[in-house]
């Protein structure tokens, strides 16, 4: 005799797609596919493109502030007094507030957006939690020196290479700018590193969005592979969430056995068995007191059937030969269930033949 053992049901190797249940626990636990490169792409973008909209509002602002320091606070008299060192203080922070709202304001929206388009609505307290692990210095070491660690590093590398060579390639071709522009008024000169700066966050915004794609690709892949489940592990979840499947099935053969006792207890209550005559046997109760229609109180085939015969004849509930009608009533209502209106007629004619015999009417 040969047995065959599936030597995959004692492997670890997680090569088992993770189950929906998985997928579930693994979010409100705050496992989610994202990448924050591509939040921070984004919002670079997004206070690069403020700063270009926004950039006339930002310098009168701050010309604002310039002249109210010149022109005003200097000239107050015990200029270094607390009271006016405080008043000086509050009117810097209002106008910083006032300068830096604008693109904090995009780069918030564009963050709570970023992320909204990756991971969705979630809000659990669960990476809130305290994990004490994380404070042991050996574990904290492996993480240090683990292939995730790597590959952050080696992703912060390849930023600086890209970004450092496209804004050294951009400065180079715009030395000639910065150069006429000295001497041409302060204007001049600021409008022209206005330029070089928004051109050099563009592009380097550019290049962190393509990079953040990638980064993105990478994650799905880690994020699909540590759900992977053994095939164990998805055994042990069947069990736990549809419970042991030899348990269920005794359940059943128990709800079987109880229903079978039931429907059998009915049929001395009924006033007629509508037979095959040896393949189904249905049993009808009809009382107008209590139904409005007559109703199907036990049926079966086969074996069912020929218990259902034994139990009348032992009760003298009578036994009607129409192979068409129990034919039909078996297939097209179950026990507990009015005959329905198409099967009045065929129904009533039994019941009449019945009660004739009875007198019961």
């Known amino acids: 005799m040969e047995f065959i053992i599936d030597l995959q049901l004692f492997s670890e190797e997680k090569t088992e797609k993770p189950t929906p249940k998985k997928i579930k626990d693994s979010r409100e636990k705050g496992q989610v596919l994202q990448s924050k490169e591509v939040n921070s792409a984004f919002m670079l973008l997004g206070a690069f493109a403020g700063f270009s909209l926004f950039s006339s509002f930002m310098g009168n602002t701050m010309r604002g502030l310039t002249i109210y320091i010149f022109e005003e606070y200097l000239n107050l008299d015990y200029l270094f007094s607390q009271r006016n060192i405080y008043q000086l203080m509050l009117t810097s922070m209002y106008y910083m507030f006032i300068i830096t709202l604008p693109i904090a304001g995009i780069c918030f929206l564009i963050g709570l957006i970023a ?10 307290t669960k990476t809130l939690a305290i994990k004490f692990s994380k404070l042991n210095p050996i574990e904290g070491f492996k993480r240090i020196l683990s292939l995730k660690s790597l590959v952050e590093l080696g992703k912060s590398f390849v930023k600086i290479i890209f970004i450092g060579y496209v804004v050294i390639s951009y400065v180079r071709g715009q030395i000639d700018p910065i150069m006429n522009s000295i001497g041409m008024g302060i204007e001049t000169i600021v409008g022209t590193l206005r330029t070089i700066a928004i051109g050099i966050g563009f592009r380097a915004g550019i290049i962190l969005v393509f990079l953040a794609i990638l980064d993105y690709i990478y994650q799905k892949y880690e994020h699909n592979k540590n759900l992977k489940m053994t095939k164990q592990e998805i055994k042990e979840e069947y069990k736990q ?4 499947p030899q348990i269920k099935s005794k359940i059943r053969e128990k709800q079987r056995q109880i229903s079978m006792r039931r429907m059998m207890q009915d049929v001395p209550k009924a006033d007629v068995i ?4 040896t393949h189904f046997a249905i049993a009808i109760q009809y009382s107008p007191e209590m139904f409005q229609a007559p109703r199907v109180v036990a049926k079966g085939a086969d074996l069912i059937a020929l218990q259902i015969r034994k139990i009348a004849e032992e009760n003298e509930v009578p036994l009607v030969e129409n192979k068409p009608l129990a034919r039909t009533l078996f297939d097209s209502v179950e026990i507990g269930e ?5 099967l009045y007629q065929a ?6 033949y019945v009660y004739k015999i009875n007198n019961k009417y």
């Open 274 to 277: 509508i037979t095959n005559p």
């Open 338 to 342: 009015p005959v329905p209106p198409e």
């Open 115 to 124: 992320s909204y388009m990756q991971v969705g609505y979630l809000f659990t």
């Open 347 to 352: 129904v009533a004619e039994v019941l009449a």
């Open 241 to 244: 969430t549809e419970g042991n």
